[in-house]
Structure formats: C-alpha cells, structure tokens
C-alpha cells in the first residue's frame, strides 16, 4: 500500500518528526508509549563527491549525533592518506565542537576542515564565533583559497564563487524526497535493497552527464584549434599574396 505524504490513518502509527536545529543539542532518547509499531531510523546519511557521485550511506537510529557522524566517517576514511581536505555538513560547527572537547578524533585536525554547506551556513548563529571562523565555506579574507575562486559576473563585475558543489548531499536528498511514501513502508531488508539500487542508478546517470560534459568540452577545444589553424593558413596565405606582389 503506497502511503501520501501528510497522510495517515487510525490504524498507522503517527509519528511527529521534529527535524532539528543544525547547531542544536542532541536530545535524549525518546521513550516509547508502547510497542504496537515497529521503531523507525532516524535518517539516512550519505557521503557525496562534489560532483554527486555517492561514496558511502548508512541509517542513524534515534539521533545524528556527531559520534555516530565521525564513526562513520571513520569507517570510510580510515587512514590520513584517504581523508579528504575538506568536509562539508549541516552541523560542522557541533561535530568541530565535539572533535576539541572529545579528543578522541583529534587527527582530522592533520588533515581535514569541517566547512558548513551554503544551505545551511545562513540558518546557524550569528553569534557563534566558532561556526563563522572555522565553518565557513566562502571566506572571502583569503584564509582558504581552495574553497572560493575569483570570476566575474554578467556585468563584467569581480566577485567570488564557490570551487565545487557544496551541496550535492541536499541535492541527493530532495531527489530521494520522490521515494519517501515508499521507503517508510518497506521492511529493513526491502529498503536496503531499494535504496542501494536506487543509488546505483544514480551514480550511473551522474557518471554519464560528468562524460558528457566533458567530451563537450573536448569539442569545444578542438574547433578552437580548428578555428585557430585556419586563422593561421589565411595569415600565411595573405603574407604570400604580398610577397608575390613584390
């Protein structure tokens, strides 16, 4: 039976949702009133490369919180090699925060910054110091010049913008927003299945638009030579018609 969203009926269970602040406190355990319906994940996170390609997904139980967040990433990046440079999440500021009194992670300090994504940087605190000087995906004083990159604008004007896809996770999820009504009907066996699957199709077609880009760009520079060359043989051939008139 295929579930609308918003809609539910006397004999499903109803759950109340409450998304949480991004740079809030993880709330305790919620206690059950009764065990007449079937516990339910939190959420599924994922790992994107910038370019939407999907590394890794798992299903947090309960809550987000950042030790769940950095076991996970630890599972997938284990050594200081495979770390990447940058991390860009929802709740960097809290995980950041986390990883300082904790200490336990302390290495991916060697190796990696924790940025927030442009999404979610506008609804944190502005009076969170920590979050606007470590997190900051776009700073515009110099401090991280892989993260922003001077252009123009279609006036002509200098400005800034971002080096790579900083929301490529919160593109994932509202494509993933189609399945929902199905997803939350499904056994644990039947929803690991579909959601591999789904993302392996995903990746399939992100592969594809990325070699059709750039073959794109490929052609692109091919008919610049062409055009180049044949630039050229009409020099060579007006400095020939010259020196014939001599």
């Known amino acids: 039976m295929l579930r609308r969203p918003a809609e539910n009926f006397d004999w ?23 065990y007449f319906s079937p516990n339910c994940f939190y959420c599924v996170e994922t790992v994107c490369a910038p370019c939407g390609t999907v590394i890794a997904w798992t299903k947090f139980a309960k809550s987000e919180s950042p030790t769940k967040i950095m076991n996970f990433l630890n599972s997938i990046y284990p050594t200081k ?3 990447p440079s940058y991390i860009c999440i ?8 986390f990883i300082v009194n904790n200490g336990a992670y302390a290495d ?12 979610h940087y506008t609804n944190h605190k502005a ?11 776009t700073p515009s004083d110099g401090s991280a010049p892989n993260l922003v990159i001077p252009t123009t ?11 790579f896809n900083t929301q490529a996770c919160e593109q994932l999820n509202s494509w993933f927003g189609g399945y929902e009504s199905i997803l939350k009907c499904m056994i644990p066996g039947n929803f690991n299945w579909f959601l591999h699957a789904m993302l392996y199709y995903h990746i ?6 990325q070699t059709l880009k ?13 055009d180049n060359d044949g630039q050229d043989e009409d020099s060579e051939k007006e400095v020939d018609d010259l020196n014939s008139v001599d």
Not at 90 to 97: E, N, Q, R, Y
């Open 153 to 163: 604008d279609k006036s002509g004007n200098p400005c800034f913008k971002h080096a």
């Open 214 to 226: 750039k073959q794109k760009e490929e052609k692109g520079i091919q008919d610049d030579i062409s």
């Open 12 to 34: 499903l269970p109803n759950f109340q949702h409450n998304p949480l602040p991004h740079d809030g406190a993880v709330p305790p355990d919620r206690e059950n009133k009764h």
């Open 90 to 97: 929802d709740k960097a500021c809290t995980v950041l925060k």
């Open 81 to 83: 090699e495979s770390q």
């Open 108 to 119: 991916w300090f060697d190796t990696t910054r924790l940025v927030i994504d442009s999404y």
């Open 127 to 137: 009076t969170d110091n920590i979050c606007h000087t470590w997190c900051n995906s």
């Open 204 to 209: 399939k077609h992100v592969l594809r638009k």
